[in-house]
């Protein structure tokens, strides 16, 4: 028999096959599961030692070894899932970069973070953390950067499932995609799975072509299927127009929290300002001065002013010679060239929407 058609066997003819290579006997209906994962392992084992190792060595080694080798052959998969969707890992110090006044924060900190680093004591106390949750603000708040410092603070995987690689055969095949990866993705331990720009892909079905109703309608499957794995996971989801979400994804029962990201205080631009500041070639800054000048930049601002700050004083160098500082007077002049994103339009329309949508 051809290697293309063992894994067609049917329960008889598994059985068989098992008890002809080992001397095992086993009920055929058990026998169909144990083949199958016989034949992961002789893959699994070809692999490993760059040969076809054949079908009799891969079973008497399983079955001696099932245990380890069932545990291996998951490890090889976790792997191969995180290099195929480009797992990242995130320094711990990005965590210390969001100001401790910030109400997400502190949110985040006591109902996701915590529970999970105190396990035993979460289970103590019946406290389930929050395993789907959704992150709602303007453009530029620092949604994705948050994501990110929750998975440095808990040592965890960050996983972007972007768009682009749900639409790589097409958008017919979008929902396909999505259910797939979030199949592999279900199977990882100690990771931060996050979707970006939600409403491009969960967008209210109301008036949607039927392909976006399609993908919708994967979504509501798939996060409730999310929230049942036992694993260490989060799935975290961020939009800036939470109003475009289909209602049915924002009801209990689904995400376990929605919580808001909004504009900066002083303290926590102050935070953000001295962490950026750190990294120049400065003189004195009053940086006073600075955060009222800022009262309306997102965190996405002010790293874009940064960065044309090193720009200058590194051409400003250039073209003196000289131990270029970077002054008060240099950053306000870069600051006048910069719109900040935030309006009164935009925070109380924020505003109204936290009213609305949170849930903490």
């Avoid at 598994?14 to 058990?30: R, V, Y």
């Avoid at 973070?113 to 035993?120: A, R, S, Y």
């Avoid at 289970?123 to 440095?152: E, L, N, Q, W």
């Avoid at 009262?295 to 940064?306: K, L, P, V």
């Amino acid at each position: 028999m051809s290697d293309d058609n063992l894994g067609n066997l049917s329960p008889e003819e598994s059985a068989g096959k098992i008890f002809e290579m080992s001397g095992l006997k086993f009920p055929p209906d058990a026998a169909v599961d144990l083949w199958a994962k016989i034949l992961q392992h002789k893959w699994l084992l070809s692999e490993k030692v760059g040969r076809d190792v054949g079908c009799r060595t891969a079973c008497i080694d399983f079955l001696e070894n099932m245990e380890q080798a069932l545990d291996e052959f998951v490890s090889y998969q976790r792997r191969d899932t995180l290099n195929e969707l480009g797992a990242q890992t995130i320094g711990r110090e990005v965590w210390d970069t969001i100001s401790d006044s910030q109400p997400p924060k502190q949110l985040v900190q006591r109902r996701i973070i915590l529970p999970l680093i105190e396990e035993d004591l979460s289970r103590k106390h019946g406290v389930s953390p929050p395993k789907t949750i959704i992150f709602f603000g303007p453009p530029g708040t620092g949604k994705t950067h948050f994501v990110k410092a929750m998975a440095g603070v808990l040592s965890w995987w960050f996983i972007e499932i972007a768009p682009s690689l749900l639409m790589e055969e097409g958008t017919e095949k979008m929902g396909a995609n999505l259910r797939r990866i979030m199949e592999k993705v279900r199977t990882l331990q100690n990771a931060v799975i996050f979707i970006d720009e939600f409403e491009e892909l969960a967008g209210c079905r109301d008036n949607a072509d039927r392909l976006d109703k399609c993908i919708t309608n994967e979504f509501l499957k798939q996060v409730p299927l999310f929230r049942q794995e036992a694993g260490k996971l989060l799935l975290v989801c961020a939009t800036n127009y939470i109003r475009q979400l289909d209602p049915a994804l924002l009801r209990p029962g689904r995400f376990d929290a929605i919580i808001p990201v909004g504009g900066l205080s002083a303290d926590e631009r102050r935070t953000i300002l001295e962490n950026y500041l750190s990294r120049l070639n400065a003189g004195e800054i009053d940086i006073e001065r600075i955060i009222k000048e800022t009262s309306r930049f997102t965190a996405a601002d002010i790293q874009y002013m940064f960065e044309q700050a090193a720009q200058f004083a590194f051409e400003q160098e250039i073209a003196t010679n000289h131990d270029y500082r970077l002054s008060t007077e240099a950053l306000l002049q870069i600051l006048e060239k910069h719109r900040p994103s935030l309006t009164d339009e935009v925070i109380e329309e924020f505003e109204k929407d936290s009213v609305t949508y949170s849930r903490t």
